[in-house]
């Protein structure tokens, strides 16, 4: 049924992925039907909630709300919105060039287009939110926005200063999403470790994860976009600890060498970034380290990028993604530097430093042969059922495949799977029947 059907889509992180949820949780309330990210939204309203994180992410979503805007025009859709990032960023300019979209929301206000939809009889219901994940896991968000500022960054201009959540309102929403079946909680922000800095000055994260993995059923807690500096260190004793909190950290170290990370302005050296990833594997044995670097950054020299490499092989994380710096509007690197790299030189580096950790991924996973894992299952694809260790998140890392032939498996359950074979990110295994 068309009529009161949103169609909602999401661009971006998962950060953004937790805002369209509520949304839907929203807008479900008032008697509306929600899809996301539908093939072929059938929807009379259309909300885009928008990435402007970096210029392919900006495109992506300024292409998408020109595709609705033209199905608007064609009678297609009756009502077109568009939320989050982008429109929090660049809202003025955006009104004046897409006039056929009926109303801009920015990161925080999006709820006021229920009101706008609805009038002052709308319901306000804000406990509810609408899980667009496979019923098993799900994100949890425990705070928005960054103080750290560093020089390339421009989500502090986008989202402000860092607001922690309460701690009991987290708490008493994983207890709900565990009723409602979930086992397994991503906890994300743009900078999880700064948790509470803001309410009293102490970084709270430890706290906020023991007393996570304390609620019953709560049986996988994996943890998203630590920074370096200050690194809460209690949190590795409640990740030793806790048998339900995953040996997998998600830290963006950036850079390694004191030339780039003194311009990128990340307030850490290169002996305390490789003391820290020591600490890591020593306080937390078995620890997979997800991280993303950075190449390019204006006034990277070829002595730099050595140093990069050279962090790269003796680190050897178990997860890297790597990207070349695009300047962006506002940031304090667009103000005062330079983009003084080549194009073709920050492509040569970041496919040099993908290749070496190739090799790194080809030869951990491998290590993993012969062992035997804890896997969740979450679907079934063609002839294997699909599935994840504690050391992968959803979408982003490696996948366990295991045939379907073997024996029949339930989606969102757990099995012991004994690895047999690896290739360069997936691994492939056998279910052991208890």
Known sequence: MKKKTIDIISLGCSKNLVDSEWLMGLMEANGYHCTHDSDDPQGEIVVVNTCGFIADAKEESINTILEFAQAKTEGRIEKLFVMGCLSERYLADLEKEIPEVDGWYGKFNYRNLLKDLEGEQFVACEGHRHITTPSHYTYIKISEGCDRHCAYCAIPLITGRHQSRPMEEILDEVRQLVKKGVKEFNVIAQELTYYGVDIDGRQHIPELIERMADIPGVA???????????????????????????????????????????????????????????????????????????????????????????????????????????????????????????????????????????????????????????????????????????????????????????????????????????????????????
Not at 240 to 269: F, G, W
Not at 299 to 307: I, K, L, N, P, Q
Not at 337 to 361: A, G, N, T
Not at 398 to 404: A, C, N, Q, Y
Request: aromatic letters at 10%.
């Open 220 to 434: 996988w807690i994996r943890l998203h976009y630590a920074y370096p500096t200050h690194f809460p260190w209690d949190l590795l004793r409640v990740m030793r600890e806790k048998p339900n909190v995953c040996k997998y950290l998600d830290i963006a170290l950036q850079h390694i060498s004191d030339n780039m990370l003194s311009r990128m302005q990340r307030h850490v050296t290169k002996a305390e970034t490789y003391e820290l990833v020591e600490r890591l594997r020593k306080e937390v044995p078995g620890i997979h380290i997800r991280t993303t670097l950075m190449v390019g950054f204006p006034g990277e020299t070829e002595e730099d990028f050595e140093e990069l490499k050279t962090f790269v092989k003796w680190a050897r994380f178990e997860r890297m993604g790597a990207f070349a710096y695009s300047e962006e509007e506002g940031t304090y690197s667009e103000q005062h530097y330079d983009d003084d790299v080549p194009e073709e030189v920050k492509q040569r580096r970041l496919d040099q430093l993908m290749r070496i950790q190739q090799h790194i991924s080809e030869e951990l996973e491998a290590e993993k042969v012969g062992k035997t894992l804890k896997v969740i299952i979450d679907r079934q694809e063609g002839d294997y059922y699909i599935g994840r260790t504690e050391f992968c998140s959803p979408e982003v890392d490696p996948e366990v495949l295991i045939p379907v032939v073997e024996r029949e498996l339930t989606i969102g359950a757990f099995y012991d799977v004994l690895i047999t074979d690896s290739e360069e990110f997936d691994i492939y295994g056998t279910t052991i029947i208890l």
